[in-house]
């Protein structure tokens, strides 16, 4: 077994946890609404729907369908229906993804998700789960238990921020790492509204 993906175990009262998005730490998570993205001037309305989006970079079109969803829920049930055409090396990528993906949701949101991450201090990040032990942990009484990739990254991510400047975010070095078949550059840090008004909102599109 890879060692980042071995189970661990993390005491209550050495973690912050969050399960629902309306919970103090809510922000944490990938469904949570309230943090946009702009990748390539593309208008993107949730860390969730960046990630699903990044399975098909040979599918532009279900690229834009799964954007074009109004909630982070939705473009992931949405994405559901491709699964079966999900780009083959997807498994061996996954959390190189969601590390980026969450970078970008970090410098295009450091004054909400960024000040949430730092008041997380140097304890243990955890998203409680029942259903998710890959990217979760779930709760058995006493302890947490699980992979909890995702707090895994939130907590390198966080150390990160505390020690360095983020201006802008490197594209991975991966064959196809698209949307809407043009290649990804760097991501660079919004600062204010004005941002997100310049990018293209795709939300007239029709697929057919």
């Known amino acids: 077994m890879n060692p980042e993906e071995e189970t661990r175990i993390y005491k209550v009262n050495e973690c912050i946890s969050f399960r629902k998005t309306t919970e103090k730490y809510g922000g944490l998570s990938n469904m949570a609404s309230g943090y946009p993205i702009v990748v390539n001037g593309i208008y993107i309305k949730s860390s ?8 098909f970079p040979h599918l532009p079109k279900v690229q834009m ?22 780009r083959e090396d997807w498994e061996q990528i996954k959390i190189a993804i969601m590390k980026w993906v969450l970078r970008v949701k970090l410098i295009q949101n450091k004054e909400t998700f960024g000040r949430l991450l730092l008041e997380t201090g140097s304890k243990n ?9 890959f990217w979760g942990a779930y709760f058995d009484g006493a302890e ?46 919004v600062n204010n509204k004005h941002d997100f008004l310049n990018s293209k ?3 007239n599109f029709k697929s057919n």
Not at 174 to 188: A, C, H, R, Y
């Open 125 to 133: 990040i955890v998203e409680e789960s029942t259903k998710d032990n």
């Open 48 to 55: 969730e729907a960046l990630y699903q989006a990044m399975r």
């Open 201 to 203: 909102n795709l939300f």
């Open 144 to 189: 947490y238990k699980g992979m909890n990739i995702l707090g895994r990254l939130l907590m390198e991510l966080r150390e990160i921020y505390k020690q360095y400047s983020l201006d802008y975010i490197k594209p991975l070095k991966l064959k196809d790492f698209k949307l809407f078949g043009e290649p990804i550059g760097n991501v660079e840090e």
């Open 65 to 86: 369908i799964i954007i074009n969803e109004s909630s982070p829920m939705t473009a992931k049930m949405k994405s559901k229906k491709y699964r079966s055409q999900t």
